[in-house]
């Protein structure tokens, strides 16, 4: 009998984690195909290359992709490093990833249907922490929240690096401004779908249903405030940034989370006790996570 009360209290969570995504996020299931066209370009592979060149993956690396979408990040990695797990809101995208990594025969890569606010990942679990896109999607009490979870899930001196949107709406600020007015014109020369793109985003800023890009300065206090250090924060030519930090070392730590040194590999018994309650440990806040379309 209890048996059959896990199993229904499991459906349940279930159903209510995906009600959150269908009802409080855009509906990345139905962007795949427009999320990997994007992935594609060139932008997002310049800003690829400077998150590998910036996180500095090695072979007896973990990393954790936070927002994988179909995988820009997810399986440059793969090749680099011991394992990456590929989280996402999107069961879809999770499903797309799946796909090209297995038809890259890329065993080392698992795909995780969860919330960056609320990592079904153990503890000390990470060597790296990568982002693309992801979270400018939440308010900006979702960020610290997941910043939080990134220093969990990260070993003691583990790595961070984020790029995202990175400017507000804030006409006294310079680059703001100009981030905004380059928008605006880039997409009312597309004429009427850009105008009425553009429509839509008013509409959607006045109903408090607009992104929430926060802009380095913000960047750079929340990052601190979490408790990483060695904090940089590079805003780029166009709309994006680049944050990157270190989780503290284990003497700056109240209580060790890892007997583990940063970037060592864990023996074979204890690497298999923590995926196996990784892979087994349920997602109990799967809201929106990421985006690879900027809008």
């Known amino acids: 009998m209890r048996g059959l009360y896990s199993s229904r209290y499991l459906a349940l969570r279930s159903a209510l984690d995906d009600h959150r995504i269908s009802s409080s996020a855009k509906n990345w299931d139905e962007r795949v195909g427009a999320a990997e066209l994007v992935a594609r370009g060139a932008g997002f592979r310049a800003l690829r290359a400077q998150i590998l060149e910036l996180a500095a993956p090695q072979p007896q690396h973990v990393v954790v992709d936070i927002g994988s979408g179909t995988g820009l990040l997810a399986l440059a990695f793969a090749p680099r490093c011991r394992r990456v797990w590929a989280i996402d809101s999107s069961r879809a995208m999770g499903e797309y990833l799946a796909v090209k990594a297995a038809s890259g025969g890329l065993r080392n890569l698992e795909t995780v249907h969860a919330s960056a606010e609320n990592l079904p990942l ?12 992801c979270m400018h999607e939440l308010p900006h009490d979702g960020k610290r929240r997941a910043l939080e979870e990134f220093k969990r899930v990260l070993k003691p001196g583990g790595r961070l690096v984020i790029g995202d949107m990175m400017f507000t709406l804030n006409p006294l600020h310079v680059r703001d401004r100009t981030v905004v007015r380059d ?43 979490a408790g990483f250090v060695g904090v940089e924060v590079e805003p780029l030519p166009h709309e994006g940034g680049l944050a990157s930090a270190y989780a503290p070392p284990l003497g700056d730590q109240g209580s060790a989370s890892s007997e583990e040194a940063p970037g060592t590999v864990p023996n074979e018994l204890s690497r298999a006790s923590a995926e196996g309650r990784c892979l087994t440990y349920a997602s109990r806040n799967a809201v929106v996570t990421r985006s690879t379309i900027p809008s």
Do not use: H, Q
């Not at 153990?122 to 896109?133: E, G, K, P, Q």
């Open 122 to 133: 153990v503890d000390a679990l990470a060597d790296i922490v990568v982002s693309n896109y």
């Open 183 to 225: 928008k605006l014109r880039a997409i009312a020369a597309r004429g009427l779908p850009g105008i009425w793109r553009v429509a839509k985003n008013a509409a959607r800023l006045a109903a408090g249903r607009w992104e929430s890009p926060a802009d380095a300065d913000w960047w750079r206090g929340a990052l601190a405030e």
